[in-house]
């Protein structure tokens, strides 16, 4: 069974917790695409875990992880994270593989990236996580950027010192402090023995994997409405999260795929700038950032809270043809009198969107059209039989799965391993 795992919101859905399920079911688990801006956090006993780039597969011993063709990978965060998945005493040797396809992240991307989200004006700021994953997407469609298979070419030191050359022009344009070449030289040399090991042609690993009949998972990063074609452009990452990013960033025919999971938080939250049509700034969305924990896993800032939005979730289940819902952090609405779930934005002459407008000037001529359910108001994070649920939650549960299609698989109901209830999957 060959499963595509992605977010069907602004990311922050829960999809480390459910992919470290999975895994216990595959051989193999790539991630497709981003870089060090998503953050996945995997909580296994009393121990909480938060990894970037690495596939959450390596919390499994024995189960194999690729960085794909579609990564953007900062070799730095990369060295960082595997030292530190081995001092938590788990194996990478043989079992870890970066593409020599995929791009990586230079400290001039990342330089870029932070001077040109200062040089933006307000309005206009996407409120980026600094990581250098725009400048190096960017470079890569252009045809200038770095692939991790460049680091074993003779001629690797030369070409960061003509990039480092092209990047300061850029900086300073921006107004930016520029970078000293043979200092990034000098960074950079070390990291080609270091990363060596792991480089792998990942699409030949990839289809050996699945000729002998391997299962593989595929861990989205962020999600679809941060995806750069179908999301809140250019309020978006420079990626695709969605279900196709997965063929082309990992160079697996969509015929191999059998099923794609949506991971579906119970509410919705935004990090970063865009629009973002339910959020509450009032007690209600405090309500939920306290319960949820909603602080970013990579940057730490709160999270912009709102109620459920069926339209975005309806437009992800279309997109990515979402087979099966995860869906996440039901207990965080225990403590509501009523919850609400927004099913069209009406505009201000009267005509309601069912579907995701591609213009966002649209959006603030609109309000969301919200219903209204009767809460449950008990906790509900020791429930492990979906049966078992207050019949007010099983209620809330349902309606959205009436609105928004597919089928429920997974429900979460607090952040440890056993408060994930199987259901059709
Ligand atoms: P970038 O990916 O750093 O360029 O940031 C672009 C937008 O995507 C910003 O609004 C970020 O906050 C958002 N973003 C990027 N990665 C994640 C993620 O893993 N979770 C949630 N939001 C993200």
């Known amino acids: 069974m060959n499963t595509v795992l992605v977010g069907a ?7 480390g917790k459910v992919i470290d399920f999975l895994t216990e079911e595959a051989d193999v688990v790539v991630r497709f ?7 996945h956090t995997v909580v296994v006993g009393d121990k909480k875990y938060v990894l970037h780039l690495v596939p959450s597969g390596v919390l499994h011993e024995g189960k194999h992880c690729v960085i794909g063709n579609g990564v953007v990978m900062d070799p730095f965060d990369l060295m960082k994270e595997l030292e530190q998945v081995e001092s938590w005493g788990f194996e990478l ?16 991307h990342r330089a870029i990236d932070r001077a040109e989200e200062a040089a933006r004006p307000a309005g206009r700021k996407i409120g980026t996580t600094g990581r250098g994953i725009g400048p190096a997407y960017a470079a890569k469609v252009g045809r200038y950027g770095m692939r991790v298979g460049d680091i074993l070419k003779p001629n690797f030191l030369d070409v960061v010192r003509a990039q480092v050359e092209d990047a300061n022009r850029a900086l300073e344009a921006l107004g930016a402090h520029t970078l000293d070449a043979e200092e990034m030289v000098k960074l950079y040399t070390p990291m080609v023995a270091a990363l060596m090991p792991y480089v792998t042609d990942t699409i030949q690993f990839m289809h050996e994997s699945l000729e002998a009949g391997k299962s593989v998972l595929f861990e989205g990063a962020q999600a679809t409405m941060l995806d750069v074609d179908f999301g809140t452009y250019p309020f ?16 697996v025919s969509p015929r191999a795929i059998d099923r794609v999971i949506g991971v579906l938080k119970l509410y919705t939250t935004r990090v970063g700038e865009g629009p973002f049509p339910t959020e509450l700034k009032d007690a209600d969305g405090e309500t939920l950032r306290r319960r949820g924990g909603e602080f970013g896993a990579t940057t730490g800032r709160p999270r912009r809270c709102g109620w459920f939005d069926a339209v975005v979730a309806r437009y992800a289940q279309r997109v990515n043809g979402v087979d099966f819902w995860a869906m996440t952090k039901l207990d965080v ?8 779930i927004c099913t069209g934005y009406r505009r201000d ?5 069912q579907t995701f407008p591609a213009d966002l000037a649209v959006l603030d001529r609109c309000e969301p059209v919200y219903e209204e359910l009767p809460g449950w108001k008990c906790e509900t994070s020791h429930v492990t039989r979906y049966e078992d649920l207050p019949e007010n939650a099983r209620k809330y549960v349902e309606r959205v799965l009436e609105l928004v299609g597919g089928k429920l698989g ?6 440890a391993r056993e408060t994930t209830l199987r259901i059709g999957v």
């Not at 919101?9 to 999809?15: F, H, L, M, T, V």
């Not at 695409?33 to 953050?39: E, I, K, R």
Request: one cysteine or more; hydrophobic letters at 30%; charged letters at 20%.
């Open 9 to 15: 919101q602004w990311g922050d859905e829960g999809k």
């Open 33 to 39: 695409q981003g870089g060090s801006n998503a953050g």
């Open 93 to 108: 040797k043989g079992r870890f593989h970066i593409s020599e396809r995929a791009h990586m992240v230079m400290q001039w």
């Open 236 to 251: 978006v990452t420079s990626s695709n999260p969605t279900a196709g990013g997965a063929c082309t960033g990992s160079g």
């Open 333 to 340: 609405l225990d403590e509501f009198e009523t919850v609400k």
């Open 349 to 353: 002459d009267g005509f309601v969107y």
């Open 410 to 415: 997974v429900l979460s109901v607090g952040p």
